[in-house]
């Protein structure tokens, strides 16, 4: 039996998402038939928005509806102390604890040689002009990559960097990367808050 086109053009977007596959994709499209067309419209501006409504930070890369963003806008925020993480989701994480009141860059990524990830694919070198711009200001570069195999050469990528770009940083602020608390291999975003804030206070200097 042929699947009819609108339905066979949705399972196709949906497959293209990650962790869906075409079973899950035929049961989304079929079950999106029961749902009230005003509630689909509603999706469907949501979805075309999500891209067209939302920027990136010209600061931290951070995701947001205006530029800079309400974090890198905010004068209560210490901008002496900047922390690196992978996706815009890892400062939701942080962000809950309350516990963080520095800033954030965020890489979009982190460097994986087999899916063709380098350190240009990042924003790298976002961060390291920005660190140079600010040098005698900043205090600390708290690196929260993942403990992935890919979030440690990213972090090691990131200091041998810094180190290049600002020779001597050392004097002029430190570079620490998160504690032990987290599990090797695993997510931040999927970290609770109280591991997020141990991680946080156990951080060693790089
Ligand atoms: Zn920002």
Redesign the pocket.
């Known amino acids: 039996m042929k699947i009819a086109k609108p339905l066979s053009n949705l399972i196709d977007s949906f497959q293209r998402l990650p962790g869906i596959g075409p079973k899950t994709a035929q049961r989304l499209a079929y079950y999106l038939l029961h749902v009230p067309q005003t509630e689909l419209d509603n999706f469907s501006e949501a979805l075309s928005r999500v891209k067209r409504d939302t920027k990136l930070?010209?600061?931290?890369?951070?995701v947001?509806e205006t530029?800079?963003?309400?974090?890198?806008?905010d004068n209560n925020r210490d901008k002496t102390q900047i922390l690196v993480v992978e996706q815009p989701l890892d400062i939701l994480a942080f962000e809950k604890t309350g516990k963080y009141d520095g800033?954030?860059h965020v890489l979009h990524g982190a460097i994986n040689p087999l899916d063709n990830i380098g350190p240009d694919e990042l924003y790298i070198e976002d961060l390291i002009i920005r660190v140079k711009k600010r040098e005698n200001s900043i205090k600390e570069v708290v690196i929260a990559t993942n403990p992935t195999m890919e979030g440690e050469a990213t972090a090691m990528f990131l200091v041998k960097r810094m180190k290049e770009a600002v020779p001597g940083n050392g004097k002029r602020f430190v570079i620490t990367r998160l504690g032990r608390g987290i599990p090797t291999g695993a997510s931040l975003e999927f970290a609770d808050e109280t591991t997020l804030v141990q991680a946080m206070e156990g951080r060693r200097n790089l």
């Open positions: 930070c010209g600061v931290c890369k951070n947001s530029d800079p963003c309400p974090i890198c806008d800033v954030y």
